[in-house]
């Protein structure tokens, strides 16, 4: 086993484990940060998997501004975690539970035929550095990318509305 | 080099593990993190893919997936905000209605 | 030695010395911020320990050591005790990709001044400094107090709004230089005129947004003293409280290393580069070596300057300031470089 292959699946343990913390630990401060840990873990796979740029974005996106805003909010509105809300009741969570059972049991069944192929192509230079990254998005993908800065804004009108003080 | 099966298993059983989060808990704030756990999953079976298959573009779906993760994680908790200061809770059980 | 137990030798060396250099320097800029801060106020400032107080950074080292380590009885225990050390770990990792100047020789071995010496070595600054806000929301929320949450919820919203027009002056800056790497970006420099000066509504936003991304005044709202005794670090004590202070001190001289090398031309000085390229290399590296850290020197006067100058601002004109006026400035200057580019001048 490889040193690369060994820190996936040392760094795969962390990603479930901080996972398992986010969806049943009843404080959401904790669940919160837990998942921080878990969004830098995944920056982690992403830079075994040759995204050095995705790592960068993962962590400064990701961990460092949506999970500071979840904090901020989870702070702002139940500091001392009174009104913590718990889990659902036991027929939800038995239903819950088999279906992702089954989910899982579908997806173990259809991902190894997509391993098929032989091994991974080989890397074209540059593969996942930021400037291949901004020449297809520029390119490529410029209509995607225009889309997406009209979204980001529509999301900035919407949350300035949702968020603003009633007028009564 | 890392197997690109076990990094889709990997992938799978975070999806999964945010689609129970989202399922099992009540409080608005932690189904959006569930939320969260299930698109990076996604990220993650994308950036395997596009390592195999030797192609940014599944990088760049990666991308666009962290730009929508962004968009929705400002109107979702402007929702949770603006929920706290009308009912002054975050549970989601207790805004079962459509009308009040 | 083999060549690559050599190679670890001397990353481990320069980790030693980087870390050694940079605590020093919280130590000492101490002293000369009370010192300026007392010659300002026209008042002496320290003199009592050592000739001229010289030696007050180790009486205050020591103090610090001997307090009572107190943890209050209702806080969150784990966080409290973890959110300062992720503070400093932060503010520390991010000199790893920060050049220090050109590369020298010492016996006989080429050595290049810097740790690790990433291509996306500006991100991977902005990427562990987005998480040295974990470690001031972490303190304000665990202490279990008013005065700590309010300032740890005010620097988290004053972060992130700051963080963004930060990000997006430097955009200018890579635009100039078409890399992350900071010695490209110096180098880019060397062969036309400074950033600051073909960028200056790139460098004044950087400037500012420097000042609040470290809690400095004149944005040190998290832990404006009159209203929230001391914000995010109020319920620390002894040697937790003292690493929030490297860390503040640490954010301070990586953000003039940053103003130095984006911004100021690095360890490069216009007119004297022709003179030095004929100089013998050893006294040309020493030479670049000396010019970055007196630019680094001004740099760090200059936080004190306007530390001991300018009054605190309220915190709605704080956001205003960052969403209103920073951000549509950061935005004009990446405008202001493309036609820049375009007219061929960069």
Known sequence: ?168 | MVPFGSALMVSALLFVMGLVGVLIRRSALVILMGIELMLNAANLAFVAAARHVGSMDGQLFAFFVMTVAAAEAAVGLAIVIALFRRRRTTDVDQVSFLKW | MSGSSALVLEGLLKVAVVLAAVMTVVGNIVLVERKVAGWIQDRVGPNRAGPWGLLQPLADGLKFIFKEEIVPASAHKTFYILAPALSLTAALTTFAVIPFGERFVIFGRAIEPIIADLDIGLLWIFAVASLGVYGIVLAGWSSASKYSLLGGLRSSAQMISYELSMTLSVVGVLMASGSLRLADIVSAQAGSVWNAVSQPIGFLVFLTSAFAETNRLPFDLPEAEPELVAGYHTEYSSMKFLMFYMAEYGNVILSSCLMVLLFAGGWHLPFVEGWLQAAPAGVAGLAHFAIFCLKLTFFLFLYIWVRWTLPRFRYDQLMNLGWKVMLPLALANVVWTAALILAGWV
């Not at chain 1, 962590?59 to 904090?71: C, E, R």
């Not at chain 1, 996942?128 to 009209?150: C, H, K, N, Q």
């Open chain 1, 1 to 168: 086993m490889s040193g690369r292959e060994l820190l996936f699946w040392a760094d795969a343990i962390v990603a479930v484990m901080t996972a398992g913390v986010v969806i049943l630990h009843r404080n959401p401060v904790v669940c919160a940060l837990s998942l921080v840990l878990h969004l830098c873990s995944v920056a982690l796979f992403f830079l075994l998997l040759d995204a050095t740029f995705l790592f960068a974005v993962q962590i400064i996106l990701y961990a460092g501004a949506i999970m500071v805003l979840f904090l901020f909010v989870i702070m702002l509105l139940d500091p001392a975690g009174e009104g913590v809300a718990g889990r659902a009741g036991k027929p939800q969570m038995a239903l819950t539970l088999a279906a992702a059972a089954a989910l899982l049991a579908v997806m173990a069944r259809a991902l190894p035929g997509l391993e098929k192929g032989g091994g991974a192509a080989a890397l074209p230079e540059g593969f996942g550095r930021i400037d291949g990254m901004g020449r297809l998005l520029f390119t490529e993908y410029l209509f995607p990318f225009e889309v997406a800065s009209v979204l980001l804004l529509v999301a900035m009108i919407g949350a300035l509305f949702m968020g603003r003080k009633e007028a009564d």
